[in-house]
């Protein structure tokens, strides 16, 4: 018996090493994995919703970047029990090093700063790799609109890099059906609803552009992003340009110490948006930022959006 067990062990080992060398490309770089990582760190709420669904816990040696910015929630603090917070914002070298990190999980303005102390470039020689998460890659390469096939690549990525490509493939499987479903149910628009994303900001409101994940979103949900004209990211604009586009509604991205009760009042209160079609409606739409950033709860945000464009369609 007991050389049976040692047989099937050795059998498992060798199937599993089979799986290596994994490699996949991350932004402009390809990265190879010659063992899957054991001491993983993670930032930000999505990505770390993304290693959670898919069963990656034990392999996590920690998380950062989610108190400090106030986007948790209490499941996940819940499913994080016993992983250590890190940084509460961006950590870093000496923390990744400290933490025996062997990967890290983040993206560029999710972690990572061009030109700053924490990249791929710097974290190399200290033996860490890392995968950036797709969306983010606006940042370092030109590239074009951010869709759905970034979250999807991202999962199935992760999937391989961990051996665990069927539970990465279930995940991506369940999205396609949902936003199918979504789909077929607010049917086509020749009209798409106009939608401005507010994030944050008084003087400048903080938004995004065509590359972000809120565009698709949005376009999911059968609208538009009135930003879409913008080959940026997340962004700052004018509120001129906002009043120009006059948007129809208003995406609330829910975090932070201003909560989007008070983000609406704001908004409410400033004369030079009375005019717009959203804020005499009083057309708001209130979406977490884990909802509102690439991961695993992007198609709750198109439901919630498609309820506010198109609430006609769900009074069946």
């Known amino acids: 018996m007991k050389s049976l067990f040692l047989t099937l062990c050795l059998i498992a080992g060798t199937a599993h090493a089979a799986h290596y060398p994994v490699t996949v490309k991350s932004c402009n770089r390809t990265v190879t994995f010659d063992r899957v990582p054991a001491h993983v760190v993670s930032n930000d709420v999505n990505l770390t919703e993304m290693m959670l669904a898919l069963g990656l816990k034990p392999r996590m040696a920690g998380f950062t970047g989610i108190s400090g ?3 948790g929630n209490a499941a996940l603090r819940c499913k994080l029990q016993g ?11 000496e923390v990744l090093v ?88 607010i049917g086509d628009h020749a009209e798409r609803m106009r939608v401005f994303v507010y994030d944050s900001g008084q003087d400048t409101p903080f938004t995004t552009g065509r590359l972000a994940m809120p565009t698709a979103l949005i376009e999911a949900a059968g609208g538009r992003n009135v930003m879409d004209d913008i080959s940026q990211s997340w962004t700052r604009v004018s509120w001129e340009s906002v009043v120009a586009r006059d948007p129809e509604a208003i995406v609330i991205v829910d975090y932070g110490e201003t909560t989007a009760a008070q983000k609406i009042a704001f908004l409410l209160a400033q004369p030079t948006l009375h005019r717009l079609d959203a804020i005499r409606a009083r057309r708001f739409i209130v979406i977490p930022y884990d909802a509102a950033t690439p991961g695993v709860h992007n198609v709750d945000a198109v439901d919630a959006i498609a309820r506010g464009l198109h609430p006609e369609a769900f009074r069946q």
Not at 85 to 91: D, F, K, R, T, V
Not at 98 to 112: H, L, P, S
């Open 69 to 71: 910015w106030k986007t």
């Open 83 to 93: 992983l250590p917070e890190l940084a509460q914002q961006y950590p870093s070298t």
């Open 98 to 185: 400290e933490a025996g990190a062997d990967f890290y999980f983040a993206g560029w303005n999710y972690g990572m700063r061009v030109g700053g102390p924490v990249t791929p470039a710097m974290l190399a020689p200290l033996g860490i790799k890392v995968y950036e998460l797709s969306e983010s890659c606006a940042h370092v390469i030109p590239r074009g609109a951010t869709s759905f096939d970034d979250v999807y690549t991202d999962l199935l990525n992760l999937g391989r890099i961990f051996d665990v490509e069927a539970t990465a493939q279930r995940h991506v499987e369940g999205m396609k059906t949902t936003l199918a479903a979504l789909k077929q149910l």
